[in-house]
């Protein structure tokens, strides 16, 4: 199974934003990361996206936009949060999340740029926070 943020539509609003958010990115890093065959088959997918084109758009339709849609519609039904655009929170959430698995788990980056997936959630978490805030007028 791929993780993909899964929001439970109907539980979104029992967890702070923060906290939902920290889950998320705990679910992604340790989904992928303890999967080998997931790696394996996104190496594959990036590999051959050039010669299997409908293959890499299966998984951005399948996997990839559902879950950023849903990310955004969470942001931005939150009444604590403020952003401007909440599909780009949303892809800088994610796309945060991926470019850490992409350097540490696929091109093997663990040893060179060493980072601590906790120290990557916090860091990415109260980022989001930060960004959110409602500006002060």
Do not use: W
Not at 50 to 74: C, D, G, H, W
Not at 96 to 106: A, E, N, R
């Amino acid at each position: 199974m791929i993780p993909c943020f899964p929001i439970d539509r109907d539980r979104r609003g029992d967890l702070a934003p923060e906290a939902l958010l920290r889950q998320l990115a705990d679910k992604a890093l340790t989904g992928f990361a303890q999967n080998p065959a997931l790696l394996t088959l996104i190496r594959l997918i990036i590999g051959e996206s050039e010669r299997f084109p409908t293959l890499a758009q299966s998984f951005v339709r399948e996997i990839q936009k559902p879950m950023l849609e849903n990310l955004a519609i969470y942001l931005g039904s939150q009444p604590q949060l403020h952003f401007p655009d909440p599909m780009v929170a949303a892809r800088i959430f994610a796309g945060s999340l991926v470019h850490f698995l992409i350097v540490q788990k696929l091109m093997q980056g663990e040893e060179i740029l060493p980072l601590d997936g906790d120290r990557l959630a916090d860091g990415l978490v109260a980022l989001m926070m930060a960004a959110g805030k409602k500006p002060n007028v």
